[in-house]
C-alpha cells in the first residue's frame, strides 16, 4: 500500500522526511504523481484540487494536515464513506492559544490607541478607570480543541471566561452555554469575542450586523478561525461607527487578503495573514499514527463528522 500527499501547501520532501522518520518502510507518492492509484490507501492533504480523491478508488484514510476542513468537505466529488481525519496536535492548540491572548490583550489594553500615541511621541494616558481583567469577560465561540484551550488560558489571566458551543458543554471557571437562542444573551456580555467556530452551513456569516449589534459597544473581536465566519461589510459598518473598538483578525473571506480590501488601512483593524496556529513538519507525528493505527486495524483518532462538517 502507498500514502499520496496532495497539497500545494509545503514541501512534499519536508512530509516525505516525516514518513520515513515514522512509518520507515513506507511509500510516499506526491500528486499528481500517482502512479498505480489502486496501491494508495492513505491521503495526506490540505486544500487538495476538487476531484483529485475520486482518482484513487481504495482509499481507506484521507488525513488533513490541518484542522478545519470545509475546503475539504466543499469538494463535490470528496469519495464518500472514507473517513477524515483532521489535525488535533497539542502544539497548534498552543499558537492558537498564544494568538488569541495577544488578540484579547491588545483589544483591550489599548495597545493600538498607544502606539499611534508612541508615533506622536505623545504621553497620553487613556483609560485610567480601567477595569482589573477579573471584572472583563472574554466570550469564545466555539469550545472545542482550541476553544477549550484558549478559554482556559484565558482564565488564568484572570479574565472572566464565557463559552459558547452546539453542544451543551461542562469547563471548571467558564460560564457554558450552548446553541443558537443563547447567542444574544452569550454575546451581551462580552467584551471580547473570540471565534474558533468550525465553517459549516450554520456558523458561515454569523458576525454579520445583527449578531453585531447585540455585541457590548467597544467590543475587541479576534477572528482566528474563518473568514467566511463574518461579514466583511457589517464589521466594516460597525468600526467605523466605533461599535467595535479593535478586528483582530487572521483569516479572510478571500486570501490573501485582496491589496485594496479597507481591512489592510483600517485604524482599528490588526491584520495577519492566517498564521494563529501554523501545522508544522514536527506534527507528522500525530497524523501518521493514524496512518498505524488503520494498518493495524485500530480505531482512528480525530474524526470528522461529516453530517456535521467539523
Ligand atoms: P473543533 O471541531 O474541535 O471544535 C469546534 C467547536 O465549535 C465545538 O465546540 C463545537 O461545538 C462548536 N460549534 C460547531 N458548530 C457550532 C454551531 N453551529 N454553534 C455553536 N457551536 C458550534 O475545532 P477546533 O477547535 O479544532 O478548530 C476550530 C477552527 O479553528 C477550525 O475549524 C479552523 O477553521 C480554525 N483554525 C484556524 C487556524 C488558523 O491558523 N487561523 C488554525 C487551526 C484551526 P460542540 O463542542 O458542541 O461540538
Ligand atoms: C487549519 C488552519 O485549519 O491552519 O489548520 O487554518
Known amino acids: 500500500m502507498a500514502l499520496i500527499y496532495v497539497s500545494a501547501w509545503a514541501d512534499a520532501e519536508v512530509w516525505r522526511r516525516q514518513v520515513t522518520l515514522h512509518l520507515p518502510g513506507e511509500e510516499l507518492r506526491v500528486w499528481p504523481d500517482v502512479g498505480d492509484a489502486e496501491a494508495i490507501d492513505v491521503a495526506l492533504v490540505w486544500r487538495p484540487p476538487f476531484g483529485a480523491l475520486r482518482m484513487l478508488p481504495r482509499l481507506k484514510l484521507i488525513a488533513n494536515l490541518g484542522a478545519g476542513v470545509e475546503y475539504l468537505l466543499g469538494d463535490p466529488d470528496l469519495p464518500k464513506g472514507v473517513p477524515i481525519a483532521r489535525l488535533v496536535d497539542p502544539a497548534m492548540t498552543a499558537q492558537m492559544s498564544e494568538y488569541v491572548a495577544l488578540g484579547v490583550m491588545t483589544g483591550l489594553r489599548k495597545l493600538i490607541d ?61 460560564r457554558c452555554c450552548h446553541g443558537r437562542d443563547r447567542l444574544a444573551a452569550f454575546l451581551g456580555q462580552c467584551d471580547a469575542v473570540v471565534c474558533l467556530l468550525p465553517l459549516t452551513p450554520e456558523t458561515r ?76 513538519p514536527s506534527m507528522a507525528g500525530q497524523i501518521l499514527a493514524n496512518v498505524k493505527r488503520l494498518r493495524a486495524g485500530q480505531p482512528l483518532l480525530n474524526l470528522v463528522d461529516t453530517s456535521q462538517g467539523y
Open 114 to 174: 498607544y502606539q499611534g500615541f508612541q508615533r506622536e511621541r505623545r504621553w497620553v494616558e487613556i483609560d485610567r478607570d480601567i477595569a482589573p481583567p477579573g471584572e472583563r469577560t472574554v466570550g469564545v465561540l466555539g469550545l472545542g480543541e482550541l476553544g477549550r484551550d484558549a478559554a482556559r488560558k484565558l482564565g488564568a489571566l484572570g479574565y472572566r471566561v464565557a463559552g459558547w458551543s452546539r453542544t451543551r458543554k461542562r469547563l471548571a471557571r467558564v
Open 205 to 280: 456569516g454569523i458576525i454579520n450586523r445583527e449578531t453585531l449589534g447585540w455585541m457590548k459597544p467597544g467590543v475587541v473581536l479576534v477572528n482566528a478561525a474563518r473568514g467566511g465566519h463574518v461579514v466583511d461589510a457589517d464589521l466594516l459598518a460597525a468600526l467605523d461607527e466605533d461599535r467595535v473598538s479593535l478586528a483582530f483578525l487572521d483569516v479572510f473571506n478571500d486570501e490573501p487578503l485582496p491589496a485594496d480590501h479597507r481591512y489592510w488601512s483600517h485604524p482599528r483593524v490588526v491584520v495577519t495573514p492566517h498564521v494563529a496556529a501554523l501545522t508544522l
